[in-house]
Structures are given as C-alpha cells and as structure tokens.
C-alpha cells in the first residue's frame, strides 16, 4: 500500500527526457486532514441516533426528522461564524410528488445545505459534498417506529458537517456545497430535487462525492474485520451518453473512462497521498446490486458523481428493527460502528474536495491526434476558462491499469510522447500555482 504518492515530473525536449521523482502534499490540506476528529464524528452520529426517528415523513417536531434538520442545521451556522460570511445554510423545503409506491401522497421534504461560496468570482464551479440524513428500519413505510439509522446514513452525514467544520474557515476559488439530503430511502427524493433544480438553474456542477453507509468497518456472515479500505463506485457508461458520445467511446475503446471513472481514480490518488494505512478501492459499478444512492441523479442529469461507501456492510444492522433475536442485537446502532475508519473515509472526501476546489479548470478542447499512422503520440488542448494554470500533466497508463501510471509535465498545450497511441490511454489535467490539480480529461480523437 503507498504512504504517499510518487509522481514523475517529464520535461520533453528534441534532446532529452528529463525525470525528478518527488512527492506532493499540500501542507494546507494535510493540515486540514489532521484536524478532522473521530470524537467529533462519533458526537455527531449519537446525536442524529438519538431522535426516534429519521425517517422522511417522521412528522415529530421534537423527535423525529424535523428536530434532526435544525441540529445539522445549527451546526452549519455555527460553523459558518468562522467563515468571514462566505458560508451559509439552509433548510432548503420543498415537496416530495406522490408516487404510489414509498410516497403515497404529495408530502413535504427538506434538504439541510450549507454553500461555502468560493473566493474567485468568476470561478462559477460547484462541488457537492453529500449524504443522506433520512433512516428507515425494516418496514421502509413505518415513519413512526424507531430507527436510529446511525451507519445509514448518519455515518455519511457526520461527515459532511465535519467536513463543513474544518473547511469553513478555509478559502477556495470553487463554490463548495455540503448536502444532507433527505428522502433517500423513498426513492433519492432530495437529491432527484437538488439535481434537477442544478438543471433548471444552470449550476456548474463539476463534482458529486456522494457519501452513503461509510462508517463500519465488519461485515455480517464473511466475517470480515478491516478497517484499510474503502469503496468508490463509479458508472462505466454514462447514464446520460448521448449517440455521439457512445459512437466516440466505442472508437476509443473508452469504455473504462467516464467522467465519474475519471473521479473516483482522482479520489484514489488524493486519498492514498493524504490519508496513511488506507486504500481507496475502484469499484466499477454504478452502485451495489438492488439498490442505489443519491448520486444516481446527478448522474442521469449528466453530472460527474460517484458513491463512496464502506468495504464490508453489515446488513444485519442495516435495515433492520432494533431487537435482540437468538442472542443476536439488530438494528442500525452506532455501538456497531468504527468512529476511527469513519475519520478515514471523511479525510480522504476532504483531501479530494480541498484539491479540486482550489484547482483551475479541466482543460478544454482536449484532442489526440490520429490522423496518421506513428509510434507516437500527440495531444493537444487548450486552457480553461477558469483559474490560473502553472502549467499541465499529460498522464498516460497502459489500457489494462486501472490507474494512472505515469505523468509527464509540460508548460505548453501540446505534447508529443514517444509512446504509441495504440498501447497506451491518455488524459490531460491542469495544474494551479499552488499544486492543486484539476479533474483529467480524456481525449477524443483529431481526425482531420
């Protein structure tokens, strides 16, 4: 497992190839890693297990999802004074459309958001950092029962508002959004509104890290015991593909390169270098089997979104009533879960987040040129509208490697590499004065 990230620099020259190996971390950002607290995150998760119910039509003004929406929403406030008035939050209200099936009726929902505002106006990008406040137990309609959904998802909402803690005294060129979204358990209602309003709205949205049952690190019937590793799920063709995109994939054989592939290897290497004794594992489904999660809709809206979850699920405190069976405790507790991963996942968010909203822009214009047959390759791009470039990374893997295997550093905005197109897969990110490096962006082909 690496410590930390090793990357090689490239100068590319008539004359030479010239290669420095060293090792990048922002001194801000792992400082900022640092202070993320496994005691508070604990705080957090007991506090929202505490209301009897969670659930997104729990009506209970002082017990239920309504008192749990003013406790995140006071933490936002409170964070927000360390902030210099550049963050914000919200109970966002809005009403959830009947669907005959988890929503019988048009019912009232709600979102708690917090918006960080970046510090470059004309920077108008937005990424989300989001989680799921609502609980449920075994009967996905009983609103009144108890159901402390303390892993699912109270583990990956006590991330978010730590995450709001730590950053919000911190500045960004970026709009940073922290998400409690609610009616996942009902269909992904809250995020479907969210991601449709972005639509509606315009909004740059250049990132969702969905986080969804992040905080156990030992799984029901294997028996499995570790807390090294976590998951990231991204979808392999894009859900909103257009014919031409899927005709460009196809030629390109880019199957294994969506935006969202593009993401979570971004959150891999971002956690792997900030995070010690931890492994981001790339898992390349949309989401696990028969269910799904609120990235789904920013997806479907053409959004860059993934899923991070937990390696080993416990299902027998996962939609479950809480009781004692055959010497068994049931139900979503947060005695069951593992504070200390928790602090582990919730750092590799903040590290990939504080790193891309601090980085300019992808590149645009992105192109690799195919236009002749050569042991070569060439790209070629363009800068971004956003954000001050240093310079770039031209980054290369052979097509079997899930990651990224060697990147080549060049001030200009083309590149030719001594490697054949036909071995090799290729992307271009942009790289800020300070280090912080943008989202890559895979080439379509330069025909003509």
Known sequence: MRKNLLILFFTISSQAVISQTTVIRNPEIAQMVSEISSDSLEHHVRTLASFNSRHTLSTNEENGMPAAQRYVLSKFNHFAKQSGGRMTAEIEKFTIPGDKRRILEDSPGANVIATLTGTDPKDDRIFIISAHMDSRNKDVMDSAGSSPGANDDGSGTAA????????ASHEFSATIIFVAFTGEEQGLKGATYLADKAIEEEWNIAAVLNNDIVGNSSSSETLIKDNLKMRVFS???PASETEQEGNIRRYTNADNDSKSRQLARYIKELGERYVDQFEVKLIYRADRFLRGGDQTPFARNAFTAVRISEMNENFIHQHENVRLEDGIQYGDLPEFMDFEYLRKVSAVNLASLASLANSPDQPQEVKIDVRGLSNKSTLLWSAPAIGKVKGYY??????????????????????TLPYSKDNYFFAIQTVSESGAESLPVFPTPLSR
């Not at 980054?395 to 590149?415: C, D, G, P, Q, Y």
Request: aromatic fraction near 10%.
């Open 160 to 167: 978010v508002i730590e995450l709001a803690r730590v950053m």
């Open 235 to 237: 979808e392999t063709i």
């Open 394 to 415: 031209v980054l290369m893997r052979e097509t079997s490697s899930a990651m990224w295997e060697r990147k080549f550093w060049t001030t200009e905005t083309t590149l």
